[in-house]
């Protein structure tokens, strides 16, 4: 296993064009996470799940923003109607069992907005 | 709601010297605390783990300590090397889920 993979590495699109990034979890890790990071700041958490169940949304993430994990397997996030202020590093994450076991990142896909 | 907070904000040392990164947190009820390595557009690469329960835990060159009583981390790299560059974030679980981290210590080497 070569750990959390995110997909595709960068992105630049256009706002108000929609997006989608994808997250593939290490295999035997039931829960997965999403952070958005912006320059100079430490990542923000944004959703989580476990299994295929979304069990809580930050309050930023937007209507615009919608994720899912389907099957309990990977992830994708969907951002709509893309403004600038969405640029930053969207960072994914995986873990097993319960809450006191290691978060694993990927290594992030760079969302940038013109 | 937790806030982390890592001091100082960057750091600039000769190579060999010994770094010391600071980390505090409100909420002292927390599951665990995690030191992570970021390179510069980069992921997180998990260094360290130290659970509630535990007052410092050891990796190579590294060491952390947990004091959560008083909500602060330590975590201190000995000989420092030019590889050691890179921001070093700090991220404390206070539920069975969420990390909240702080800004992050971004660290230079100098040869």
């Known amino acids: 296993d070569t750990g959390v993979s995110q997909n595709p590495r960068h992105k630049i699109t256009k706002r108000g064009q929609n997006v989608t990034f994808r997250c593939d979890p290490i295999?035997?890790?039931?829960?997965l996470y999403w952070y958005r990071q912006t320059l100079g700041q430490g990542p923000e958490f944004l959703t989580y799940f476990q299994n295929e169940a979304q069990l809580e949304k930050s309050r930023l993430l937007s209507d615009r923003f919608s994720a899912e994990r389907p099957k309990g397997s990977f992830s994708t996030l969907e951002i709509q109607r893309t403004e600038q202020g969405d640029s930053a590093m969207y960072l994914c994450a995986s873990s097993s069992g319960q809450g006191g076991t290691e978060a694993f990142f990927g290594q992030g896909t760079r969302l940038t907005v013109v | 709601k937790q806030e982390v907070t890592q001091i100082p904000a960057a750091l600039s040392v000769p190579e060999g010297e010994n770094l010391v990164l600071n980390c505090s947190f409100t909420d002292s009820a927390i599951y665990n605390l995690q030191w992570f390595r970021q390179d510069p557009g980069k992921g997180l690469t998990s260094l360290l783990l130290i659970q509630s329960s535990q007052r410092e835990q050891t990796s190579g060159r590294l060491n952390a300590s947990l004091d959560k009583s008083s909500g602060r981390s330590t975590l201190y790299i000995a000989a420092s090397q030019p590889g050691d560059s890179a921001t070093y974030l700090c991220a404390v679980r206070s539920n069975d889920y969420k990390l909240s981290f702080g800004a992050g210590t971004t660290v230079t080497v100098r040869a």
């Open positions: 295999s035997e890790h039931n829960r």
